[in-house]
């Protein structure tokens, strides 16, 4: 059961407001990609895995609203390994403000939970039974 809106290459709104698919193939020094992501579905509920390592819990936020799930994270600057002169010898981790958006539509927002544990986030939607009916019938006069 797979959930087309979420083909970012098929989605007009994806490809304008989420541009993840521009920026992964920056490579790892865009903070971007380094939220690496699994999006299941079910027929009860999506289910969001994204590796967030070396994170504190109290510097992750997630909302939802629209129908779109934003994880938004801020790393702390890094202790880096120096010479005796405070030279930096090597860089590769990254640290800043990024985020992500994913296009779940039809979620129970009151039922939504997350942890987050060893470097990874566990997001579960589950999705509302009774929708209510947005079909509108328009009479032609």
């Known amino acids: 059961m ?8 098929n989605d007009m709104f994806d490809m ?7 920026f992964n193939n920056w490579g790892p020094d865009f903070p971007a990609a380094n939220m690496k992501t699994d999006v299941s579905e079910s ?8 590796d967030l390592p070396a994170m504190d819990k109290k510097d992750i936020s997630i909302t939802y609203d629209h129908d779109i799930l934003t994880v938004s994270a801020h790393r702390h600057s890094l202790n880096h390994a120096s010479d005796k002169d405070g ?3 090597m860089n590769e981790r990254s ?3 990024f985020s992500r958006q994913y296009r779940l539509p039809d979620v129970d ?7 987050y544990e060893d470097g990874t986030l566990k997001i579960n939607l589950p999705k509302a039974h009774d929708l209510p009916n947005n079909n509108h019938k328009i009479q032609i006069n």
Do not use: C, T
Request: a positive charge; proline letters at 3%; hydrophobic letters at 40%.
């Open 87 to 89: 030279n930096l010898i």
């Open 2 to 9: 797979a959930n087309n809106l979420m083909d970012r290459h």
């Open 95 to 97: 640290y800043g403000r």
């Open 109 to 115: 927002r009151e039922q939504i939970s997350a942890k």
């Open 16 to 22: 304008f407001n989420n541009m993840d698919h521009w």
């Open 43 to 50: 027929p009860k509920a999506y289910d969001v895995v994204i």
